[in-house]
């Protein structure tokens, strides 16, 4: 027979095993969720066909994305036709990737080494590193996602980066800068360590636009970095 002792001994001992089980789930929820989340997002939309564009002109006015009609055909929608206009989160700063579907405010000027003043910035949008350029004034533009302050606010801050390893040279980035549109292209994409800041520090008489999120996804080991050049710049380089 089993003690009356014994039983409580295994009921407690069941208890905090089941609270450890839920909450290692919970954990790997809000950890890898939202980038999870992104990913089979981005997998539907190609298996559907979707494809997205960017906002010209008078469509420019909000966050929104506003699926245009779709042809039709005799059974239906036709695969591979359908098309999503992305309009910019802030026309006067923000950043927009068509391949991946990204579409985010850009917060200004956030101290990268300040923990409060970046985590409060990604909590609305992509920061724009301190001391580094603006669209369209000739110099190193940088903007980061990512969090490195704990494992599970990682996936919480860089959802919107995530999908930057899908990007390959040649791919187009739109930046928006005091309602005007600046288009800028790929040219390379790498992994970098934290202690390496080369990519900030050096002075490249060129304009370029650094993305950078968390690698892999779900940790804060490395960085991956995504770098583009103004597309006029591009063109004369070909």
């Not at 039709?72 to 695969?79: E, L, S, T, W």
């Not at 990268?112 to 000739?138: C, E, K």
């Not at 288009?183 to 202690?195: A, T």
């Amino acid at each position: 027979m089993i003690s009356t002792r014994e039983k409580i001994k295994f009921v407690v001992l069941r208890t905090i095993g089941n609270f450890l089980v839920l909450f290692s789930i919970f954990g790997m929820a809000m950890t890898f969720g939202p980038a999870l989340y992104e990913e089979v997002k981005y997998r539907y939309g190609q298996w559907q066909g979707v494809r997205y564009v960017v906002a010209e002109g008078e469509q420019v006015s909000n966050g929104e994305i506003v699926p245009t009609p779709v042809a039709q055909g005799f059974f239906g929608q036709i695969p591979g036709s359908k098309v999503q206009v992305l309009r910019p989160a802030d026309p006067n700063f923000s950043v927009v990737i068509p391949k991946i579907g990204a579409n985010s405010r850009v917060i200004a000027n956030v101290d990268a080494g300040n923990y409060d003043s970046y985590i409060q910035a990604l909590q609305q949008g992509v920061a724009h590193a301190d001391g580094t350029g603006f669209p369209g004034g000739g110099t190193k533009i940088y903007l980061f996602a990512h969090s490195t302050d704990s494992f599970w606010n990682v996936g919480r801050y860089n959802a919107v980066f995530y999908l930057l390893k899908e990007l390959e040279p040649g791919d187009e980035v739109d930046m928006f800068y005091g309602r005007v549109r600046y288009k800028y292209r790929v040219m390379e994409k790498k992994i970098v360590s934290p202690s390496e800041v080369g990519y900030l520090t050096d002075r490249k008489p060129i304009e370029e636009l650094i993305l950078q999120t968390c690698w892999p996804p779900g940790t804060t080991l490395d960085r991956l970095l995504v770098i583009a050049r103004p597309e006029s710049d591009v063109s004369l380089t070909r």
